[in-house]
T-cell receptor, first 115, second 112 residues
Framework: DAGITQSPRHKVTETGTPVTLRCHQT?????MYWYRQDPGHGLRLIHY???????DKGEVSDGYSVSRSKTEDFLLTLESATSSQTSVYFC??????????????FGPGTRLTVL | GENVEQHPSTLSVQEGDSAVIKCTYS??????FPWYKQELGKRPQLIID?????GEKKDQRIAVTLNKTAKHFSLHITETQPEDSAVYFC???????????FGTGTRLTIIP
């Protein structure tokens, strides 16, 4: 599974609380991504990173922030969770030398419920 | 930005028959077209991809065709089997940008 893990795998929280999701990779991929998956919307990009401390917004970035202080870790933070952020969150990685260009490998996902 | 449309949203086929899923895109500069399969409760996984200098690519029972003029590409699954039941996503990208834009998915059900 391309050496990518996510934590936690499940989380239930209350509206207004901060939440941080972690993505960890062990295979030195340059690029890392956070997606959310919702019925009828497919996979939508929240934020992505193209190197340590280099990040950019995706199509649904409002209410989310990210940080990447090390190659292997990419954190997604919901500063003040809302019910509309209830979703399954996937981390993905790409860009390791020797892998198919552009191919993204996905983590196992985190199911977040905001009550 | 890129806009990807995927049809149909659900598809049921008899075991042994063929299934076809189609995607259209808007940015003529796009040149990478992967397909991902997601089984229930699992992560999406790449099953096949095609680049813009190729019109068709086949891997055993699955194939992808690309029509760059019309800006659409399709996934073909032949001799379907129960294990083909899953959600399939198309995506679009380009070599100068590591981002992918995904379609909304097709839930394929194989009827025994």
């Amino acid at each position: 599974d391309a050496g990518i893990t996510q934590s936690p795998r499940h989380k239930v929280t209350e509206t207004g609380t901060p939440v941080t999701l972690r993505c960890h990779q062990t295979e030195n991929h340059r690029y890392m991504y956070w997606y959310r998956q919702d019925p009828g919307h497919g996979l939508r990009l929240i934020h992505y990173s193209y190197g340590v401390k280099d990040t950019d917004k995706g199509e649904v970035s409002d209410g989310y922030s990210v940080s990447r202080s090390k190659t292997e870790d990419f954190l997604l933070t919901l500063e003040s969770a809302t019910s509309s952020q209830t979703s399954v969150y996937f981390c993905a990685i790409s860009g390791r030398v020797g892998t198919s260009y552009n191919e993204q490998f996905f983590g196992p996902g985190t199911r977040l419920t905001v009550l | 930005g890129e806009n990807v449309e995927q049809h149909p949203s659900t598809l049921s086929v008899q075991e042994g028959d063929s299934a076809v899923i189609k995607c259209t895109y808007s940015d003529s500069a796009s040149n990478y077209f992967p397909w991902y399969k997601q089984e229930l409760g699992k992560r999406p996984q790449l099953i096949i991809d095609i680049r813009s200098n190729v019109g068709e690519k086949k891997d055993q029972r699955i194939a992808v065709t690309l029509n760059k003029t019309a800006k659409h590409f399709s996934l073909h699954i032949t001799e379907t089997q129960p294990e083909d039941s899953a959600v399939y996503f198309c995506a679009v990208g380009d070599f100068g940008n590591e981002k992918l834009t995904f379609g909304t998915g097709t839930r394929l059900t194989i009827i025994p």
